[in-house]
């Protein structure tokens, strides 16, 4: 009696380039394929990020978390990057492809962390006015007469303090209620924000008072 004997064979994936790899990922649905191309770019990605990070003027807590974000634009690329390319004489190779995404993905990272800081900004301007108005008359004036220059290093120093505050703070949350506020400190309505954050619109409006309670007790300003 004959026996059929299926001899398998490793695929080196080390060793394939990256245009075999994402189509053995893509339309073959090969998870080994696709986490090669993860750890293969993701030092590539984060050098990157850094790169474009320190052009921008970002810190290392804000780098570190954009190159973070960096991970989803490698599996974004996976999946809409053109396999025809390859056989083109003049074709995108996926590395120029990845660095397309992933660039794209940091200015929309970068224009959110600002409409953040942006929105947080107003909240802790109003707070300082606030704060003056509360001060003696004499004291008033004289902060009228020299008012705070932006880049006064007392000042930007206490800004940096508040931004670091505030990221620690969404950083403590769990992955919904963190979405949820960094949707709301972007300028996104409560339902936009709740949708986002998978709530409905009613336990939104909870979370937004409970949040606001919070920011108020730790960094004493009101954020809208």
């Known amino acids: 009696m004959m026996r059929f004997v ?7 994936l080390s060793q394939m380039a990256d245009e075999p790899l994402v189509v053995l ?3 073959c649905q090969f998870q080994p394929a696709e ?32 190159a973070q974000d960096a991970v989803f634009s490698i599996l974004k690329a996976v999946q809409r990057y053109d396999t025809r390319q ?13 660095g ?13 962390l600002y409409r953040i800081k942006t929105r947080f900004g107003r909240s802790l301007q ?28 007392v000042h930007m120093s206490q800004r940096r303090e508040m931004d670091a505050a505030l990221r620690r703070f969404l950083d403590s ?24 954050a998978g ?3 009613d336990k939104g409006k909870r979370m937004r008072r409970k949040l606001r309670g919070k920011i108020a007790r730790r960094l004493g300003v009101t954020v809208g």
Request: with cysteine; net charge neutral.
């Open 199 to 201: 709530y409905s619109y």
């Open 25 to 27: 990922a893509k339309e």
């Open 173 to 196: 949350l769990d992955t919904a209620a963190c979405q949820f506020m960094e949707h709301l400190l972007a300028g996104d309505s409560l339902r936009d924000a709740s949708e986002h």
């Open 35 to 66: 986490q090669e191309l993860l750890l293969r770019y993701r030092m590539w990605s984060n050098r990157l990020i850094v790169q474009l990070g320190r052009k921008r003027g970002l810190n290392l807590h804000e780098i570190e978390d954009a």
């Open 6 to 12: 299926h001899i398998a064979y490793d695929l080196n």
């Open 126 to 153: 109003s707070y300082e006015h606030k704060e003056t108005e509360g001060t003696s008359k004499v004291d008033a004036n004289s902060r009228l007469a020299c008012p705070k220059k932006s880049n006064d290093p």
């Open 100 to 112: 397309r995404v992933a660039t794209d993905r940091f200015k929309d990272f970068v224009k959110k």
């Open 86 to 98: 390859m056989g083109r004489i003049q074709g995108c190779s996926f590395q120029a492809f990845v």
